[in-house]
């Protein structure tokens, strides 16, 4: 996060001192740290697995397009790039702490712009399948539902497999009937990067811009602003840092 945190205080020293900031910074870190793990025991001893509330709206028919993984309008004045591995536990960790609060606050007020990039890891068994679901799902309108899903539930299909399971319970039944009809040629065996599963494209072509970055964890991210694009940041940053720095931005 060095880069972030230099760009960070650049563009707030006329409002905070450098060394009040790192503070600020440094103490967003160390909580979003232990939000990390405390995120996790709380999945581990939950319940049941949670649904996503279902937006209104009808799904668009089964000959799909290419699937739209953002939040929020292309004209917000901020940019939050974010590329994930959706069976990463910093990932959901920071979709449930940071991201799920931003969407509903700052996106919904028109002041930021997400943008999902699929980097599944090698090292994550069904990561590169869960993001085929993202993506099936995206193409017909259901991409927020979806990570939802996923992130919700991580615990349970990371160690399962089972990803069918809670994207049916989170989608209507006509939503899932569509959805895995497009899977069709993306069962699990079907290696990466195939040919004979159509959403493998747009997951390599993620993963093609996050090696430009490069990204070498994840969660990273890459925020613009006013046609400035900041150095990419790492890791958990919790909502309340990262809302700080775009207010920030914004009084520009």
């Given at each position: 996060?060095?880069n972030?945190?230099?760009s960070?205080?650049?563009?707030?020293a006329?409002?905070?001192?450098?060394?009040?900031?790192?503070?600020v910074?440094?103490?967003?870190?160390?909580?979003?740290?232990?939000?990390?793990?405390?995120?996790?025991?709380?999945?581990?001893?939950?319940a049941?697995p949670?649904?996503?509330?279902?937006?209104?709206g009808?799904?668009?028919?089964?000959?799909?397009?290419?699937?739209?993984?953002?939040?929020?309008?292309?004209?917000?004045p901020?940019?939050?790039?974010?590329?994930?591995?959706?069976?990463?536990?910093?990932?959901?960790?920071?979709?449930?702490?940071?991201?799920r609060?931003?969407?509903?606050?700052?996106?919904?007020?028109g002041?930021?712009?997400i943008v999902?990039?699929?980097f599944p890891l090698?090292?994550?068994k069904?990561?590169?399948?869960a993001?085929?679901?993202a993506?099936?799902?995206?193409?017909?309108?259901?991409?927020?539902?979806?990570?939802?899903?996923?992130?919700?539930?991580?615990?349970?299909?990371?160690?399962?497999?089972?990803?069918?399971?809670?994207?049916a319970a989170?989608?209507?039944?006509?939503?899932m009937?569509?959805?895995?009809?497009?899977?069709?040629?993306?069962?699990?065996?079907?290696p990466?990067?195939?040919?004979?599963?159509?959403w493998?494209?747009?997951?390599?072509?993620?993963?093609?811009?996050?090696?430009q970055?490069?990204?070498?964890?994840?969660?990273?991210?890459?925020?613009?602003?006013?046609g400035?694009?900041?150095?990419?940041?790492?890791?958990?940053?919790?909502?309340?840092?990262?809302?700080?720095?775009?207010?920030?931005?914004?009084?520009?």
């Amino acid at each position: 996060m060095d880069n972030f945190t230099h760009s960070f205080g650049q563009q707030t020293a006329r409002t905070l001192s450098l060394r009040r900031l790192l503070a600020v910074i440094a103490l967003g870190l160390a909580l979003s740290l232990i939000n990390v793990a405390t995120f996790a025991r709380a999945k581990d001893n939950a319940a049941k697995p949670a649904s996503a509330a279902k937006p209104a709206g009808a799904a668009k028919s089964v000959d799909a397009s290419a699937p739209v993984k953002t939040y929020g309008s292309k004209n917000a004045p901020i940019t939050l790039e974010v590329f994930g591995d959706y069976e990463c536990p910093s990932c959901g960790a920071f979709y449930e702490t940071t991201l799920r609060q931003m969407i509903n606050n700052e996106v919904a007020a028109g002041k930021v712009y997400i943008v999902h990039r699929d980097f599944p890891l090698q090292m994550h068994k069904y990561g590169y399948e869960a993001a085929r679901w993202a993506n099936a799902a995206a193409s017909i309108g259901r991409f927020a539902e979806a990570e939802s899903a996923l992130y919700d539930n991580q615990n349970y299909w990371a160690e399962s497999g089972n990803i069918e399971k809670y994207m049916a319970a989170t989608l209507s039944p006509t939503d899932m009937r569509h959805v895995k009809a497009l899977m069709v040629g993306c069962e699990a065996n079907v290696p990466p990067g195939s040919h004979s599963c159509p959403w493998d494209a747009y997951i390599e072509q993620d993963r093609a811009m996050g090696n430009q970055i490069p990204v070498q964890a994840t969660p990273t991210f890459v925020i613009y602003h006013k046609g400035q694009k900041f150095p990419a940041g790492q890791g958990v940053v919790s909502y309340t840092v990262l809302k700080q720095f775009f207010d920030q931005l914004l009084k520009q």
